[in-house]
Nanobody, 125 residues
Framework: QILLAESGGGSVQAGGSLRLSCAVS????????LAWFRQAPGKEREGVAH???????STADSMKGRFTIDKDNATNTLYLQMSSLKAEDTAMYYC???????????????????WGQGTQVTVSA
């Protein structure tokens, strides 16, 4: 059972920065995909950034250059560094995980079946 717990959300003015954290537990080392998603009121959930089991990060094109995903294997923590925040970044942000079976691999934003409770990010113009 993979457990995820986000923290670090809050209110910030446009142009500011926030760093989200996600404590991850209950997984086998190197057999997990991790990602950040977000969902704004009235909108569909969208992928923000993901990092595969080999530590290779990727950020959605619309957020590239502003958002960076990273993980610390020593502390089992996933991070999302957000800068130059805009009002349209306001959303609930979720940490997600996918456990890899034998012969499977991480595939972008697909297949995530473990979710945290979310942390709210509010950006004021």
């Amino acid at each position: 059972q993979i457990l995820l717990a986000e923290s670090g959300g809050g209110s910030v003015q446009a142009g500011g920065s926030l760093r989200l954290s996600c404590a991850v537990s209950g997984y086998r080392y190197n057999r997990i995909c991790l990602a950040w998603f977000r969902q704004a009121p009235g909108k569909e959930r969208e992928g923000v950034a993901h990092i595969d089991n080999l530590g290779r990060p990727s950020t959605a094109d619309s957020m590239k250059g502003r958002f960076t995903i990273d993980k610390d294997n020593a502390t089992n923590t996933l991070y999302l560094q957000m800068s130059s925040l805009k009002a349209e970044d306001t959303a609930m942000y979720y940490c997600a995980a996918r456990a890899l079976g034998t012969g499977s691999w991480c595939d972008g934003f697909l297949g995530y079946n473990y979710w945290g409770q979310g942390t709210q990010v509010t950006v004021s113009a």
